[in-house]
């Protein structure tokens, strides 16, 4: 649909602002009796750029890359021009940095299997800790 990345964007930032945002548990934290321990009142503002803005960007410019064509290899032999080029290299370039991205993501998720800390890439980076809580 036309508006899916607005739309998930906009569910994923009312569940942020009610749940972490607020001090509030998410359902998932509150079945495994645990809770953010944040260091600094930043780090919720750094953790919510991280988790919905960002995934919200970086989806529209993978969405306008796709649709205007730029990471296509025969287009380069069609018209070769500097502009043509320069598209190219940046589609390319993003798609390295998505790459990078997937496989930090699954050493993240190695690391946690061994060392039971920081979910995921977002929490390590921040330096944001999970806390067991006493469910009684």
Not at 36 to 56: A, C, D, G, N, R
Not at 104 to 131: C, D, H, P
């Amino acid at each position: 649909s036309k508006y899916q990345h607005e739309i998930k964007c906009i569910l994923d930032f009312i569940y942020y602002r009610f749940t972490i945002m607020s001090d509030v548990n998410t359902p998932g934290n509150t079945l495994q009796n645990l809770q953010y321990k944040f260091s600094h009142k930043s780090q919720k503002i750094w953790l919510m750029l991280l988790t919905v803005i960002m995934p919200y960007v970086s989806s529209k410019i993978q969405d306008y890359i796709i649709y205007h064509n730029w990471s296509d290899p025969r287009k380069l032999l069609i018209s070769a021009s500097s502009l043509d080029k320069m598209k190219f290299a940046l589609a390319k370039a993003f798609n390295w940095m998505l790459n990078i991205l997937k496989v930090a993501t699954l050493v993240n998720f190695i690391a946690f299997m061994i060392t039971q800390r920081s979910r995921n890439i977002q929490e390590r980076f921040l330096g944001i800790s999970l806390e067991r809580i006493d469910p009684t």
